[in-house]
């Protein structure tokens, strides 16, 4: 039977970019170690008022490497139930207050992955026990209320909940038809990356059209572009709504790193700096008749810098639009 001869505790960043707590826990027999264990304590951006206290980093980190090593040590790493209860009854608070709840939960998610791996299973094996179980149906949120709307839409989270669908590939693909881009948005402009997606679209409004951006949010100046109205606020995410294409675009360019590359390559060089509204016209001004607007690649050099649209008709030819600098 493992037993816990080590619970180490430290600081990390989490997905974004704010410190959080890390717990590890080692299990053996006597003083050899057999397997580890590591978690990472979860942080929202939104409480409720119900929830358990979390207690500053530093903090959380020391009672880990103190109060908690010192309660755990030697105890069985199979028994988690008991485990969560010795954690519980040295707290001794209601509200996790005294030890933090992030110290408390990333201390109980590292020992349930610490028995996993004494036992060589996966995670969720070990804590099925004997119990059949079934991949859990996705559930995936399409719309953010509460505090992330500033108090736009009183409902927290929308979420696409596919309960009828035979397989998990199954429910993903009918989620996949349930979105925030209605059927007759106009893309304008479109980026996926490993890590994040943008997009502008032109949406009919009444008797006016907007250009709405979909994408990552600047968390450094500026934030929020002057001439947009916020549409919605998710961590990591933001979407506004433009009246001009030309803002919109600008928006998109900024916030992608599109024009912030344009603008990187010719720090080097500073009289070419007045030819970027010359690269850039062929984004900001409006077409010419007949030509799409639906951007598919760009690229941006010290000589120039290029377009390439897609037709708006799939018997039409795609649109290329260059622009270099002379001499």
Same mark, same amino acid.
């Given at each position: 039977?493992?037993?816990?001869?080590?619970?180490?505790?430290?600081?990390?960043?989490?997905?974004?970019?704010?410190?959080?707590?890390?717990?590890?826990?080692?299990?053996?027999?006597?003083?050899?170690?057999?397997?580890?264990?590591?978690?990472?304590?979860?942080?929202?951006?939104?409480?409720?008022?119900?929830?358990?206290?979390?207690?500053?980093?530093?903090?959380?980190?020391?009672?880990?490497?103190?109060?908690?090593?010192?309660?755990?040590?030697?105890?069985?790493?199979?028994?988690?139930?008991?485990?969560?209860?010795?954690?519980?009854?040295?707290?001794?608070?209601?509200?996790?207050?005294?030890?933090?709840?992030?110290?408390?939960? &990333?201390?109980? #998610?590292?020992?349930? *992955?610490?028995?996993? /791996? $004494?036992?060589?299973?996966?995670?969720? !094996?070990?804590?099925?026990?004997?119990?059949?179980?079934?991949?859990?149906?996705?559930?995936?949120?399409?719309?953010?209320?509460?505090?992330?709307?500033?108090?736009?839409?009183?409902?927290?989270?929308?979420?696409?909940?596919?309960?009828?669908?035979?397989?998990?590939?199954?429910?993903?693909?009918?989620?996949?038809?349930?979105?925030?881009?209605?059927?007759?948005?106009?893309?304008?402009?479109?980026?996926?990356?490993?890590?994040?997606?943008?997009?502008?679209?032109?949406?009919?409004?009444?008797?006016?059209?907007?250009?709405?951006?979909?994408?990552?949010?600047?968390?450094?100046?500026?934030?929020?572009?002057?001439?947009?109205?916020?549409?919605?606020?998710?961590?990591?995410?933001?979407?506004?709504?433009?009246?001009?294409?030309?803002?919109?675009? &600008?928006?998109? #360019?900024?916030?992608? *790193?599109?024009?912030? /590359? $344009?603008?990187?390559?010719?720090?080097? !060089?500073?009289?070419?700096?007045?030819?970027?509204?010359?690269?850039?016209?062929?984004?900001?001004?409006?077409?010419?008749?007949?030509?799409?607007?639906?951007?598919?690649?760009?690229?941006?050099?010290?000589?120039?810098?290029?377009?390439?649209?897609?037709?708006?008709?799939?018997?039409?030819?795609?649109?290329?639009?260059?622009?270099?600098?002379?001499?």
């Amino acid at each position: 039977m493992a037993r816990i001869i080590e619970v180490r505790g430290r600081r990390v960043w989490d997905s974004r970019g704010r410190p959080t707590v890390e717990a590890e826990v080692i299990v053996g027999r006597g003083t050899t170690p057999l397997a580890s264990g590591r978690a990472i304590a979860p942080a929202g951006a939104s409480t409720g008022s119900g929830e358990a206290k979390s207690v500053d980093v530093p903090r959380a980190v020391q009672n880990i490497n103190t109060r908690i090593r010192d309660a755990l040590r030697a105890l069985s790493v199979s028994d988690q139930a008991a485990l969560d209860r010795r954690l519980i009854e040295l707290d001794g608070t209601a509200d996790k207050s005294r030890l933090g709840a992030n110290a408390i939960v &990333a201390v109980s #998610l590292a020992c349930a *992955h610490a028995a996993a /791996a $004494a036992a060589k299973m996966p995670l969720w !094996r070990h804590l099925a026990g004997e119990r059949r179980v079934a991949l859990p149906v996705p559930q995936i949120q399409i719309f953010g209320g509460g505090a992330h709307a500033r108090g736009r839409v009183d409902v927290q989270d929308y979420m696409v909940i596919c309960i009828g669908a035979g397989s998990f590939a199954e429910a993903l693909e009918w989620t996949a038809q349930v979105g925030i881009l209605a059927p007759d948005d106009l893309v304008h402009a479109a980026r996926l990356s490993p890590d994040s997606a943008a997009v502008v679209v032109e949406r009919k409004e009444a008797d006016a059209r907007v250009f709405v951006y979909f994408g990552p949010r600047m968390d450094a100046p500026p934030a929020d572009p002057y001439e947009a109205t916020l549409l919605y606020d998710e961590p990591g995410v933001r979407s506004y709504v433009f009246a001009q294409r030309g803002h919109a675009m &600008a928006h998109f #360019l900024r916030a992608t *790193h599109g024009l912030g /590359a $344009a603008l990187s390559l010719l720090s080097r !060089r500073a009289p070419e700096l007045r030819h970027i509204r010359r690269w850039t016209q062929a984004l900001f001004a409006e077409p010419a008749v007949g030509r799409s607007t639906r951007l598919l690649a760009g690229w941006f050099a010290t000589s120039g810098a290029g377009f390439l649209f897609v037709p708006s008709e799939s018997d039409q030819p795609f649109a290329y639009c260059e622009v270099a600098i002379e001499g």
